[in-house]
């Protein structure tokens, strides 16, 4: 899959283990959040790219059974876009095969043991139980970096808070409605966004391509992603949603 950076060689020298990845000439979403506001269909554009990487990560088989992959680590510092818009998804290093028979799992993971960064990870991984996290922990991740692009702030304001107070803040309340954080956003496109953040994964998008086909279902409709409202009071930022992801990186802004 083209959105998935590519692996060149995997070694070993001096007892130490490397893994050598194809180089993306282009910024991290993290870059793309702290140098502007990022119009709404970039970041559909870049969301719907990072949700194909993953549909194909979690579709992967061994032996024509199903692998099971969950990335578990998706942020903005994951997703980078190269110089013709297109979005890599990278680091894999904490992914995990989920098998059908569950003591695979505890081989992968030990329970009790959280893995992934707190302010994208799902509820199901702060309980740290294996056995509860799948393709939709990536969905909810990849929804927490969509809402950040739009709003420039993350779903949960985690910031010094210790593990037990951010396991609470996660798992037992909602993010703020997107549009409160941006209230020039549409409601369509809230919904998608606040849909991939639930904190029950059955309330989600069930899968990275669900997710994938309902960005790119939006972005046919041809909106800017922006409320009527703020199309009429704001007519020039209507112009600049249409960018594309390649006009964010660097020797390509407009």
């Not at 130490?16 to 959040?33: D, K, T, Y």
């Not at 119009?39 to 719907?48: S, T």
């Not at 995990?96 to 993971?109: E, H, K, M, Q, S």
């Amino acid at each position: 899959n083209t959105n998935v950076a590519s692996t060149l060689e995997l070694g070993e020298v001096d007892g130490r283990w490397f893994v050598a990845m194809e180089l993306v000439e282009g910024p991290s979403a993290a870059e793309l959040i702290r140098r502007d506001v990022v119009p709404p269909a970039v970041v559909l554009e870049i969301g719907q790219q990072a949700a194909t990487a993953l549909a194909h990560v979690h579709s992967l088989r061994v032996d024509g059974v199903p692998a099971g992959l969950v990335h578990r680590d998706v942020k903005p510092p994951n997703l980078l876009v190269d110089r013709h818009g297109r979005v890599k998804v990278i680091d894999f290093g904490v992914a995990r095969a989920i098998a059908a028979d569950p003591a695979i799992n505890t081989i992968r993971t030990e329970t009790g043991k959280l893995v992934g960064t707190m302010q994208y990870m799902s509820p199901e991984q702060f309980r740290a139980d294996p056995r509860m996290v799948d393709a939709r922990s990536d969905v909810y991740a990849l929804g927490a970096v969509l809402y950040e692009l739009l709003t420039g702030v993350q779903p949960h304001d985690l910031r010094g808070r210790p593990v037990h107070e951010a396991v609470r803040a996660v798992c037992e309340t909602d993010p703020a409605d997107v549009r409160e954080c941006n209230p020039r956003l549409d409601d369509r496109l809230a919904e998608v966004v606040m849909e991939a953040v639930s904190r029950e994964p059955s309330h989600r998008p069930q899968d990275a391509n669900a997710l994938a086909t309902r960005l790119r279902a939006w972005m046919a409709s041809g909106s800017t992603g922006l409320s009527r409202h703020a199309v009429d009071e704001h007519p020039d930022a209507a112009a600049g949603a249409s960018r594309t992801p390649a006009a964010t990186t660097p020797g390509r802004r407009q």
